[in-house]
Every structure is written in structure tokens, then in C-alpha cells.
């Protein structure tokens, strides 16, 4: 046998082999090199997860849904970042309202600004809902939407989580990072619905989940399409548009996407229209709940709790056939360590 | 020479001969065969799509944008269809009134819906805005989504053109489709901005245009949650959410995208904030206005009329660089055969 004959079966038997072995591997317990989802520990809910997906992309299955519909929806607060000890973008809100202070000499003498800029934080929050909603507006109003995203841009690189001491962009939970890519990577579309604010999500989305704007939906201000110095710009008013949580979140996935998700990830209960309304579509459906039970790496909250309170999704989950995913048990990890 | 080391040959021969020809086919001549855009004529309009769409997808080259950003926004009514004598949706929302009239038997004796189901339309007009909004409110609120994109559904299937004798699903802009096709071909999203009916529009929208649900802008109605049944639904209220037209038009691209488009399409001085934030963008960008001068195929229509209005949008056309399509002369067909 010719040399070059020779090296060519003994090349075409190494590709036999090496087919061979592919085909073999998750039978043979060499699936954990390809595992998608590696800060999931086994157990019922990655299980749920893999098997859900599995079915719902087997062509010719009885549970498959074509990749147009393959809609998946994510809360953004305590569901895909953390959320304690106050919601990150309260914390950026009152940043920008010191950063603006001087702009603002009347704020001197005025609650809540004043309490504020004093750091005088319980006399803030005795103001309550009132004096919280004064300084959302004052950190929002008047700035036109490309401005709004520099300040946001601008404290993303340079705030800090006051126990974790990393940027807030950091404290994003790596087993749903993990989730999001694979829902990709397996036709899905994959959608933020949060009660937070549109503008200040889609700074960061596409970066850090790999989430497009137009797969932001959020609560939103009005806003006044103005031309300044002839050059058109949107500006945001001093008046809520849309509040995009709990029954207000079916109606934002409606609007915005024209299509029942088959599949939602949550936390408290500001999510649990947006469970229901997933589960009530026709097929296979997956919801589920990320349950804060990780003091140690994290928050332990649920009953109770002023952010994030969970009360009705927990008692009705298992009834509801709702996945809970405990933080402290499901997760190998919950951030990503520091790059 | 064996007769297959021949036949090898002479389809080398061949191969080559073919991959020359497809390279000189352009300077020849023959590119006629590979026009993406065979239903418009050759002309100031064509020519400048197809250079700002070469311009914009050459990789390396100055006007070159990455395909995330290839944002297209088109009006709907006049834009990708017909709008006279009457909008299309109209005529679905007044028909709408009609078949839901006899569980309305007091609609019987009361003003407008007296006058429609008499066939007044005189008196109808008359109404005014008022006696309008009405009427829609009539065809619309109450409604489940579900119930309401059925409606339009049944109407689209059976409700037909009172001049043309056809489906108003088959009033599409040949040279549209095309040039939909076109963009997408060249990894562009495109996308309607329309102030019609977002609920309406979304029914037919991914199977006439080939744009998805996501991707369809426009008027809305408040929706309630609510469970009827035990079963969750949303319910159209009587009440005006947002209204997609004119200033508003680049507030609704701005929250349902969040990036600016780069390019725009419209027919009325409705389109013109539209047209004008599509401009004001940095980079390559085309703006245009269907102008509808075509009595014969069509109508012809700008300058002081009632649905359809075009003056500064004609005025100011030239001066920012605005393309003005001629129904008449840049296409070859208005509409495509009734198949």
C-alpha cells in the first residue's frame, strides 16, 4: 500500500473515531465538558430547565414551538442583578440628584433634597413615597434621553455596592448570564420585563446580558420630542407613562412584543401577573422564581421584605407548577468572581 | 486523453466560463436578472436606495453600520398600503360596528350609530371628530386581544376594496414588499411606525410584510388585566394610550427600539418628526416620502387633503435631503396581480 494511501485510512479511521466518540460522549459521562448551564448544581430545577428547552426545540416533538415563538422574559431587579439594600437604580437616582445639587441652590433649604444631601437618610425616608417620588423626578426630568444615558454611562464606571465594593454592572447573577446564552444559542429570544426604568436598563443590557434595546421593557417617564438649537431631542417629563409591574407587566410584554412568552424568570411577587400570564398560554410553558435564600453570598428575603417581597408566588408555586430556584442551593456561584 | 479526464475538462471549462460571466454580468448588462428591485424604475429614487444600502453594509468602508444599528422604519398607511377613500382600519372599525350592532339595541335611536347602520355617512361626517371617536370606541374597547385580532382577521378575510373589488390585505405597495425583502436581505431590521392600530396591524403584519409582531409600532388603547373565567386576558379599554403620529412617532420608535433608525419612510406630513429624527442622526442615512400622484393605478393626493396630507413634508423635501418616490414614475407596478 502506497504511503499516502495509508495515511489517508489511518486519517478517515481517527474521524470515525472521533464521530464515534461525540456521538457517545453524554452516554459515556463525558457531558460535563459541554455542560451550558456549569453554576447550576443538579437537581430539579437546571433538570427543569434542560428538559424543558430540550422539548421545546425538538423538531417534530410534540412540545415544539418554532423560534419565533420562543419568547423568554426576565425580571431585571433580584431576577438577573441584585436588588439589596436598595434597588441599584434608587441608588444611581440619588447620586445624580447630589451630582445636580449645585445646579440647584433652592435644594439647600428643601426636603427631601435637603435630607438628602445632609446624608440624612431616615428623615428621607420618613418623606415616604412623596419625597422618594420628588427625587426620581428631580434625577430624571428635563434631561433629554442621550443625556439621561451619559449619567447613567458615567455612574456605572464609577459607582460602588456598598458591601460588595465592585460596580454595580458586576452583580450580575452568573448562572442567568449562563441561562440567557443558552436560551440564545437555542433560538429563543430573550426579553427583559422589569418595573425598572427603560432608559437606565438599556444603557447596560447589551453589554451585560447581551440583550438588545428593543428587548428592554420597562416602566417609563413621557416623553416631549422638543428641537433644540434645531437639532431634535426627546425629553423626559415629569410624568410616569408606564409602570411596568405586576399586572402592568402582562400589558408591557403585550404591547412591546405582541406575543406570550413560553417561558419567565422572576423574584418577588411585582412578578407574578407576568408568571401567570406565561403559564396560561397553550403548550409547554416554564416558570419560574429566583428565591433570595442566600445570606451569606448574597440576601436571604422573601415574606415580608420592603424590595423584592415574595408572599404569593411562593405559596402558589407548587400548585401553579412554578420552578423556585433557591439561590443558596441551585448556584454554584452567584456573581462571577471580580475580573 | 480518457473520456472522463475530458468530460472533467470541459465542465472546468464550463464552471469558469459561468463564474466569468456572473463577474461581468454588471458591466455587460445582463444585471437586470439579479434586480432586487425589479417593480421600481430606474431613476433618481432606485438609484439612491441602492447606493445608501451598498454604502452602509461595506465592511471597512466610511458609511459602513453594523447590522444591530440597520434600524428601517416605514408608516404603514400610505406608505406600504392604501389609505383612500377611507383608512383601511376605518373601514374594519365602522364594519366592526355594524356585525356587533344587535347585541347594541340602543344604538338603534342614538347618534352616530343610528347613522352608520342607516348608511348615512353624511351624518356620520357631520359627527365630527366626536361622533368618530365614538364609533371607534364602539369597535374597540371591551375586547380581549384576542377577541380583537380575530375580528380583524374574519374582516380580512371578507371585507374587500369598494374601488379596486380586493381584499384590503392585497392593497400592498408591490415596490414595498421589495424593498422589505431587500433591506432584510442586507441584514437590516425593519420595522412599521405607524398611527394606526397596533393591535390591527400586528395580525397581518408578519405574513404581508414579513415583519414580526416586535417590530410593529403604533397606536394604542389602554389594556387592562383581568381574569375572566379563572383565565387571564387583556382587555381593551376606551382609552387612548399613545398615540403614534407625528411628534409622537419618534417617541414611540424611541421606546419600542431605542436606537434611532438610520433609515425612514413615510407619505404624510404625519411622517415628518419621523423623517426628521431619522436625519439628525449621525452618518449615512435616507429619509424618503411616497408620493401618491398616481390617479390611474391609485390616487393622487398631497397638498390639502383630508387623510393623507402632504405640504412640508413637498416643501422642505429638497432642501433636507429628503428622496420624494414618485408613484408614477419610480414604479413599474402599484400594486402585484390579484394571484
Not at 420630542?225 to 433644540?228: I, K, N, P
Given at each position: 500500500m502506497p504511503k499516502s494511501a495509508g495515511s489517508l485510512q489511518r486519517r478517515a479511521f481517527l474521524c470515525a473515531a472521533a464521530v464515534g466518540l461525540t456521538a457517545l460522549a453524554?452516554?459515556?459521562?463525558?457531558?460535563?465538558?459541554?455542560?451550558?448551564?456549569?453554576?447550576?448544581?443538579?437537581?430539579?430545577a437546571k433538570a427543569r430547565i434542560l428538559a424543558f428547552v430540550a422539548a421545546v426545540t425538538e423538531s417534530g416533538g410534540p412540545d415544539y414551538v418554532p423560534p419565533a415563538e420562543r419568547i423568554a422574559v426576565f425580571d431585571n431587579d433580584g431576577t438577573l442583578w441584585g436588588e439589596q439594600p436598595i434597588y441599584f437604580q434608587l441608588s444611581f437616582a440619588l447620586d445624580r440628584v447630589k451630582a445636580l445639587a449645585p445646579s440647584h441652590p433652592e435644594w439647600k433649604n428643601k426636603p427631601p433634597f435637603k435630607d438628602l444631601l445632609n446624608g440624612d437618610m431616615k428623615a428621607v425616608a420618613a418623606g415616604g413615597e412623596k419625597a422618594l417620588l420628588e427625587l426620581l423626578g428631580a434625577a430624571h426630568a428635563g434631561a433629554t434621553t442621550e443625556e439621561f444615558a451619559a449619567a447613567v454611562r458615567d455612574w456605572l464606571a464609577t459607582a460602588k455596592h456598598p458591601r460588595f465594593k465592585r460596580p454595580f454592572s458586576e452583580l450580575v447573577y452568573a448562572p442567568m448570564l449562563e441561562l440567557l446564552s443558552y436560551l440564545r444559542a437555542n433560538g429563543f429570544q430573550t426579553w427583559i420585563v422589569s418595573g425598572g426604568g427603560i432608559e437606565f436598563m438599556r444603557v447596560f443590557a447589551e453589554q451585560v446580558y447581551g440583550v438588545p434595546p428593543q428587548q428592554v421593557v420597562g416602566s417609563s417617564l413621557e416623553l416631549k420630542?422638543?428641537?433644540?438649537a434645531g437639532k431634535p431631542v426627546l425629553v423626559q417629563q415629569a410624568k410616569i407613562a408606564f409602570n411596568d409591574d405586576k399586572a402592568g407587566k402582562p400589558v408591557g410584554i403585550h404591547k412591546a412584543i405582541g406575543r406570550r412568552p413560553i417561558m419567565a424568570f422572576g423574584n418577588s411577587d411585582g412578578d407574578f401577573q407576568m408568571l401567570e400570564w406565561t403559564s396560561a398560554g397553550p403548550g409547554a410553558r416554564l416558570s419560574a422564581i429566583i428565591h433570595h435564600d442566600d445570606a451569606e453570598r448574597e440576601y436571604a428575603y422573601d415574606r415580608g421584605s420592603k424590595i423584592g417581597r415574595l408572599e404569593r408566588g411562593l405559596d402558589e408555586a407548587g400548585a401553579r407548577g412554578w420552578t423556585v430556584v433557591s439561590m443558596k442551593s441551585d448556584w454554584t456561584q452567584v456573581f462571577a468572581p471580580a475580573p
Open positions: 453524554p452516554h459515556l459521562g463525558f457531558a460535563q465538558a459541554t455542560d451550558p448551564l456549569p453554576s447550576w448544581n443538579a437537581g430539579p420630542y422638543e428641537l433644540r
